[in-house]
């Protein structure tokens, strides 16, 4: 397997992700019924898993050098992107709750972008 190939793959997988998810966190505020098409609501999970199988490949690929702390920072805002994002789709009570949620789901999303391109868990202020 190419790595750079793998790689390419996860980057375009992580921009879509992050651009889907901001037009259904607008449908979601704006309480749009697109939000509720089939196509929406399983697109998400192809994309993400194609993005969770390149991560894990590349992560094979780098052996111990994945277990660097830039790698760990980014699995767990992983998972904080994840909870906060699933309130801004789906959890949040109001639209209100539902955008403040997005705005931060955002911020992780380019913070954990950072913390690829610097390889440093301070992301951006490094």
Known sequence: ??????????????????LFFMIRAYWSVTENGLLQKK????????????????AILLSMMLGPAAAQPWVLTKIVLLVVYIGVGTIAIK???????????????????????????????ASWFF
């Open 39 to 54: 196509f929406v609501k399983i697109a998400p999970h192809v994309i993400d898993t194609v993005l969770l199988v390149c």
């Open 1 to 18: 397997m190419n790595y750079l190939a793998i790689k390419h793959l996860h980057v375009t997988a992580a921009a879509l992700s992050i």
């Open 91 to 121: 959890r949040g009570r109001t639209p209100r709750s539902r955008a403040i949620a997005a705005l931060i789901a955002i911020a992780v999303f380019f913070y954990i972008v950072g913390v690829a391109l610097k390889h440093h868990p």
